[in-house]
């Protein structure tokens, strides 16, 4: 089965960058579209991004378009989120999954689509 785990969270000043990173085991994640979401408190999850298994198809959330780049390195297992120029309001638990397809991204994203999460990494924007 395949376990996902997120990390490279923290806290980052507005304007600054980060990037989480997801990494897969039990199984190769070549196959498999994965996807990235976040819950802000008191929010609903949201789909930020999503990349096909390899990376030819990758679509974004509005809000972070121009911004967010999803990427992934199959050979390291691992799919990457870099987020420049970073605002307060990306203040959220970032959350990595993956399933058979990617769904649409933003509010409008289908959670059930995605078989496998990871645990959230938490990204706190703040000066």
């Known amino acids: 089965q395949l376990q996902l785990a997120a990390s490279g969270g923290g806290l980052v000043q507005p304007g600054g960058s980060r990037r989480p990173s997801c990494v897969g085991s039990?199984?190769?994640?070549?196959?498999?579209?994965i996807g990235w979401f976040r819950q802000a408190p008191g929010k609903e999850r949201e789909g930020v991004s999503c990349i096909s298994g390899y990376g030819i198809y990758t679509n974004y959330a509005d809000s972070g378009k121009g911004r967010f780049t999803i990427s992934r390195d199959n050979a390291k297992n691992t799919v990457y989120l870099q987020m420049n120029s970073l605002k307060p309001e990306d203040t959220a638990v970032y959350y990595c999954?993956?399933?058979?397809?990617?769904?649409?991204?933003?509010?409008?994203?289908?959670?059930?689509?995605?078989?496998?999460w990871g645990q959230g990494t938490r990204v706190t924007v703040s000066s």
């Open positions: 999954a993956a399933g058979p397809y990617c769904s649409e991204v933003g509010d409008t994203v289908d959670l059930y689509v995605y078989d496998y």
């Open positions: 039990g199984l190769p994640i070549d196959y498999y579209p």
